[in-house]
C-alpha cells in the first residue's frame, strides 16, 4: 500500500516540474518579461536623448560637419589636432579651470561656515539659512539678468551708491580685470547656499558620541572640527565637491547672460566657445570637439577627487 502512495506522487507531471525539467526554464524567461516591459520606455528614452548624441556627437568630432553643408569631409583626429594650436581654446581651457577651482574652494569653505554657525535649531539660524539658500532656487540666467543690471555702472544700483559717495563707477563687467572676479563672485552668491544644507546634513549626522569622547580627551573647538567633523562628512565632502565641479566646469548660462565670453575673451568657458563655434560659426565638427574635451577633463578631475575623499570603514 505504501509502495502505490509513493509512486503515485511521482507522476510524470510532477517530473517535468522539477529542476532541470523542460518547463522550469520558459516559467523562469516569462517571470523576467514584466519587469523588461515596464523599464523599456525609460531604457528608449535613454538611448533616444543620451546614448544617441553622444555616440553622435563623436562621430561629428571625427569629420568637418557644418550645417548646412552637402557633404561631410572626414577628418580623422585633425579637429583635436587643431585644439592644440587654437589660442582661444587655451584660454578657454584657463578661463574655465579658473573659475572651477575659485569657485568650487568659495563655496564649500563659506557653505562649511554657514553650516556650522547656523547648525543650532533657533528661529534666528532658521530665517538665516533660508536667506542664504534661497538664491539656489531661481535659475542662473535670471540671476545673471538681475546682476548685470546691479553692476551696471550707469544705471545700475552699486554704481549709483559709488557715485553718492563721491567716487567713480566702476565697470565690474566691461574691465578685463574685473569681468571673471565679478562672475565668480555671482556663481558662490548663487550656489553657497546648496553647499551650506548638504553640508549640514552630513554635519548633523555625525554622532554625539564622538564628540563627547573627544572631549573627554581634552580636544577644544578647532581639534574637534579638524579630527571628528571632516572626516566624520567625508563621503559628504565628496559628494558636494564633485556636483559643484562638474557644474562649475559646464557653466554656461550665467557666463552668457552677463559677458557673453567677453571682454576680450576675459571670461570665453570652454562651453562658450563651444556653442559659439556650434551655433554661430556652424562648425559642429570642432565644437564637438571642445565637448569631448571637456567630457574627458570632467572624467579625470571626479576620478581625482574620488581618490583624495576615499572613504574606508577602517577610517
Do not use: C
Amino acid at each position: 500500500m505504501l509502495r502505490q502512495v509513493s509512486t503515485r506522487t511521482t507522476s510524470p507531471a510532477v517530473r517535468g516540474s522539477r529542476p532541470g525539467g523542460g518547463r522550469a526554464a520558459p516559467r523562469r524567461a516569462f517571470r523576467g518579461l514584466p519587469g523588461w516591459l515596464f523599464a523599456a520606455p525609460s531604457i528608449i528614452i535613454l538611448i533616444v536623448f543620451i546614448v544617441y548624441p553622444i555616440t553622435q556627437s563623436l562621430w561629428y568630432s571625427l569629420h568637418d560637419w557644418r550645417i548646412g553643408a552637402e557633404s561631410q569631409i572626414w577628418l580623422g583626429l585633425d579637429n583635436y589636432q587643431r585644439l592644440l594650436g587654437d589660442e582661444l581654446f587655451w584660454n578657454a581651457l584657463r578661463v574655465t579651470l579658473l573659475f572651477s577651482l575659485v569657485s568650487v574652494v568659495l563655496q564649500i569653505g563659506i557653505g562649511y561656515w554657514a553650516a556650522t554657525a547656523l547648525m543650532r535649531e533657533t528661529w534666528f539660524n532658521r530665517v538665516f539659512r533660508s536667506i542664504f539658500f534661497f538664491p539656489t532656487i531661481v535659475a542662473l540666467a535670471t540671476i545673471g539678468l538681475v546682476w548685470r543690471f546691479l553692476l551696471d555702472a550707469r544705471i545700475g544700483f552699486v554704481g549709483g551708491v559709488v557715485q553718492l559717495f563721491g567716487g567713480d563707477p566702476v565697470e565690474f563687467l566691461q574691465d578685463p580685470s574685473l569681468a571673471l572676479s565679478t562672475v565668480i563672485f555671482v556663481s558662490v552668491w548663487k550656489t553657497v547656499g546648496y553647499a551650506m544644507v548638504i553640508l549640514l546634513a552630513g554635519i548633523k549626522g555625525v554622532p554625539d558620541s564622538l564628540y563627547e569622547a573627544a572631549r573627554l580627551d581634552g580636544a577644544n573647538a578647532r581639534q574637534l572640527n579638524w579630527h571628528v567633523t571632516l572626516p566624520s562628512i567625508r563621503p559628504t565632502l565628496l559628494f558636494v565637491t564633485m556636483i559643484l565641479t562638474i557644474n562649475s566646469l559646464q557653466v554656461f548660462d550665467l557666463v552668457y547672460v552677463m559677458t557673453n565670453g567677453g571682454p576680450l575673451f576675459a571670461t570665453d568657458t570652454l562651453v562658450t566657445m563651444m556653442y559659439r563655434e556650434g551655433f554661430t560659426n556652424f562648425n559642429l565638427g570642432y565644437a564637438s570637439a571642445i565637448a569631448w574635451v571637456l567630457f574627458v577633463i570632467i572624467m579625470l578631475l571626479s576620478a581625482l577627487q574620488l581618490r583624495l575623499f576615499r572613504y574606508q570603514d577602517v577610517d
